[in-house]
C-alpha cells in the first residue's frame, strides 16, 4: 500500500511541476507576446487614432482564457512551418512529440502572471475565443498547452489575441531559456482574420 502512495504522490508531484513551468513560461513572454499596442486602446496595431481617444482609456483591461487549448489543434499549420523553416529545426522533436502526448483539460492560474506591464487581467468567459469583446476591454487572449525541454532550454506554444469577431491572429512563439527568463525567439502567424 506504502509503494502505491509513493507512486501517486511522485505523479502528483511531477504534473504540478510541470503546470508551474507552464505557467512561469507564459508569465516571462506574456509582454513580448501580446505587445503594448494595446496601451493604444486596442491590441491589434489600429489604424491612427485621435489623441482624445487614447486619454480616454484609463485601464487597458485584457481577458485571459483560462482555458488551454490543445496545441494539436495547430497540427498542420504547425507542421507546415517546420517543414518551410529549417532555422528552427531543433523545435521539430520537441513539437512533434507534444503531438503524440494525451490531451488534458487543463486551465491556467490567471493569477500566476504577473509580468503584465500596464494590462489588466481579466478572466474571460467559456465562450468561443473570436466572441465579442466586452466593452471595457481591449482584447483577449487564450494560450495553449506549453511544451518545453528544460534539458535543451526550448518551449513553444500557440497564442490567440484578438479585438473580437471581425479582428485577431494566431501565432506560434518559440522560445528560448536565457538566464533563468524564458525569451521569445520567433513568432509565427498561424492564422489572421
Known amino acids: 500500500m506504502k509503494k502505491y502512495f509513493f507512486i501517486y504522490l511522485i505523479t502528483l508531484l511531477s504534473c504540478n511541476y510541470n503546470k508551474l513551468q507552464q505557467e512561469q513560461i507564459i508569465n516571462d513572454s506574456f509582454l513580448d507576446v501580446v505587445g503594448t ?8 496595431p489600429p489604424p491612427p487614432l485621435p489623441t482624445d481617444t487614447i486619454v480616454k482609456i484609463k485601464e487597458f483591461v485584457l481577458e485571459i482564457s483560462s482555458e488551454i487549448e490543445p496545441l494539436s489543434k495547430w497540427k498542420e499549420s504547425i507542421a507546415s512551418f517546420l517543414i518551410t523553416d529549417s532555422k528552427y529545426a531543433q523545435y521539430k522533436s520537441l513539437l512533434n512529440d507534444s503531438f503524440k502526448q494525451k490531451e488534458l483539460n487543463k486551465r491556467l492560474h490567471i493569477n500566476m502572471i504577473s509580468r503584465t506591464g500596464r494590462y489588466k487581467l481579466k478572466e474571460a468567459g467559456l465562450q468561443n475565443n473570436k466572441s465579442r469583446i466586452t466593452r471595457h476591454t481591449i482584447g483577449k487572449v487564450q494560450f495553449s498547452d506549453v511544451v518545453f525541454d ?29 538566464k533563468q527568463i524564458w525569451k521569445v525567439v520567433h513568432e509565427e502567424l498561424v492564422e489572421v482574420w
Do not use: C
Open 37 to 44: 499596442q494595446g496601451y493604444g486602446g486596442s491590441i491589434i
Open 150 to 178: 528544460l534539458q535543451k532550454g526550448l518551449a513553444a506554444y500557440i497564442v490567440t489575441i484578438s479585438d473580437g469577431p471581425k479582428a485577431g491572429k494566431i501565432k506560434l512563439v518559440l522560445l528560448r531559456l536565457d
